[in-house]
């Protein structure tokens, strides 16, 4: 077994070994200049929304008094959560037998 150690050829350990350092070396060069310019963000949602007033520190005060806290949330979340308030407590009011007066 010439040019081999402990059973592993030689060229294979050392292009094992340059290809584990290429893969390292390449994600590092293509980062290095980024970003090459200024970055937009867009943000959804108008400054003063709903979002912004319900997570003031004023109105989580005054809700607080009051024994509540506002959860800022978007349509979807807030539509998602009332169908699953809704389904939830279908369920109990059936079970319970209560009927409407």
Not at 26 to 50: C, F, H, K, T
């Amino acid at each position: 077994m010439r040019g081999t150690r402990t059973g592993l050829p030689v060229v294979g350990i050392f292009a094992t070994t340059f290809a584990i350092m290429g893969a390292i070396a390449i994600p590092a060069q293509a980062q290095r200049d980024y970003p090459n310019r200024p970055i937009a963000l867009v943000v959804p949602y108008a400054a003063g929304g709903g979002n912004d007033i319900m997570v003031s520190p004023e109105l989580k005060a005054k809700l607080a008094a009051d024994g509540t806290e506002p959860l800022a949330s978007t349509p979807e979340e807030y539509t998602a959560d009332i169908d699953k308030e809704e389904t939830k407590w279908s369920a109990i009011v059936k079970k319970s037998g209560a009927k409407a007066q």
